[in-house]
């Protein structure tokens, strides 16, 4: 709900009759108005401070890398020791030596014990798993990004340029309110304002504070003991968001409807929103530079470039497949071509919608192919997370609504399942089919948690604002 300004330019108050002095401007001509010179900006303002914007975009973004990187330490679980482990050929007394040249962080720098070693590759593998499903996503962000710059900064010459997307990603996220729909959080949220309507009191939280005591002290460890490595950044960003945690637990307990919360609603969607256009812009500069770096190449010019990788047997995991592509010299010559002006081309084609989407499936494609015929999956995976945060919010949730019923119907197909008929007259939303934070006009969710992601759902026109 807005906060009303002393007067309503809607219903203005009774004027008094008598002639007014000519200094004073007359009722109704308001320079901030709608009409006035400064309406756009306080609009804009009003819709980047009351919402995150992009709910489905970051929720795909989310999902997206999160699941590129369980995927990945998964596919590489029987080789952890030999790529980061205490059996890797980038032995552990270099890997230190490096990072204490360019103050890289790493947990797994703390001690060269195989145990320790296990226990962060696990961590990390169910960090991804839970930031995946939303559940505990505050924390559970944090958690990721620790166990993927861990992870990455112990063998940095295991990688490609896929990790270096998602070692970027997995710092975006944590500043971002990434589990506002398609989340166990939203589900959560949308549970506790259901309540709050019927007016019970919200389900009490033990999970989130109990993370929050446990991390606090490991904070604190790591920082006394210099283990957090030799950035500023780093212990900067985990303390400011431990500290925020206890307060957002706080107030949205004791004061969850006070001027106070609203502040902190207000900074977290400013955070979300300045953090989703650094993520806008980080994918246009990828394909910006390597568009403009291809052109340079007079294979990329003569459009012989992908003749080579398709005969290379690193890169040919259907050799019969490349081999047929390959034979295909017309083939070779668009397929070169068409990926250097689609990337060159895909940032100036954000100002208009309908080329901009069919640049971002045709780039989707390209990189399906590349995971098809290279054999580079996760860095497909990668790019295409990436590229989900341009896709339009109408498709993803066409897309969302589809997966839902398709869900529906596989588990109303199991055997001994008891079907529940929904409640007549009562509409299935795009938003309740995906668990969104709150459905439209609910009271605000008392959720209570720690450090967990909190999405507490507003409007672009609701919501107390800074602009009023």
Request: hydrophobic share 45%; net charge positive; proline share 8%.
């Amino acid at each position: 709900m807005t906060i009303p300004s002393p007067q309503n330019p809607q219903n203005p108050a009774p004027q008094d009759p008598a002639p007014q002095p000519t200094g004073r401007r007359p009722v109704g001509i308001r320079p901030g108005g709608p009409g006035g010179p400064g309406g756009g900006l306080a609009r804009a303002l009003q819709r980047v401070t009351a919402s995150a914007l992009g709910p489905y975009q970051s929720a795909v973004v989310r999902i997206g890398f999160a699941a590129t990187y369980l995927f990945f330490l998964l596919r590489e679980l029987p080789h952890r020791h030999e790529l980061y482990g205490p059996d890797s050929p980038w032995h552990w007394d270099l890997a230190r030596q490096l990072t204490d040249g360019n103050e890289a962080f790493s947990v797994l720098m703390w001690t060269d014990s195989t145990v320790w070693f296990e226990a962060v590759y696990i961590l990390t593998l169910l960090s991804a798993a839970a930031l995946m499903l939303g559940w505990r996503t505050r924390t559970m962000s944090v958690l990721f990004m620790v166990g993927v710059l861990s992870v990455q900064n112990r063998s940095i010459f295991m990688g490609d340029g896929g990790d270096n997307v998602v070692h970027l990603m997995a710092i975006y996220l944590v500043l971002t309110r990434c589990a506002r729909v398609w989340s166990l959080d939203a589900r959560r949220a949308a549970s506790n304002a259901q309540r709050a309507a019927e007016g019970l009191p919200p389900l009490r939280d033990i999970v989130g504070p109990v993370l929050w005591v446990v991390l606090g002290p490991v904070l604190a460890t790591a920082t006394l003991m210099g283990g957090l490595g030799g950035t500023w950044w780093l212990p900067t960003l985990l303390w400011i968001l431990w500290l925020s945690a206890a307060v957002w637990w706080a107030v949205d307990r004791y004061a969850p409807r006070s001027e106070f919360r609203t502040l902190l609603d207000v900074l977290a969607n400013l955070a979300h929103n300045a953090t989703l256009a650094v993520i806008m812009a980080e994918v246009c500069l990828i394909y910006a530079t390597a568009g403009w770096y291809k052109i340079q190449g007079s294979r990329w010019q003569d459009g012989t470039a992908l003749y080579y990788p398709l005969n290379l047997d690193y890169f040919t995991p259907w050799p019969a497949l490349s081999d047929i592509l390959g034979a295909s010299g017309l083939m070779v010559m668009v397929l070169t071509y068409g990926t250097v002006i689609v990337q060159v081309a895909f940032p100036f084609t954000l100002f208009n919608r309908r080329v901009k989407n069919v640049l971002l499936a045709v780039m989707i494609c390209e990189h399906a192919g590349i995971a098809l015929l290279l054999g580079l999956p996760f860095f497909s995976m990668a790019m295409i997370a990436a590229d989900a945060v341009f896709l339009p919010t109408a498709f993803l949730v066409w897309l969302g609504v589809r997966v839902t019923n398709g869900r529906r119907r596989l588990l109303s197909r199991l055997p001994g399942r008891i079907r529940t008929p929904g409640r007549p007259g009562t509409p299935a939303t795009p938003g309740t089919a995906h668990g969104p934070a709150d459905p439209p006009g609910a009271a605000p969710a008392k959720d209570g948690h720690g450090g967990t992601e909190e999405p507490r759902h507003q409007g672009g026109g609701g919501g107390h604002t800074l602009v009023g």
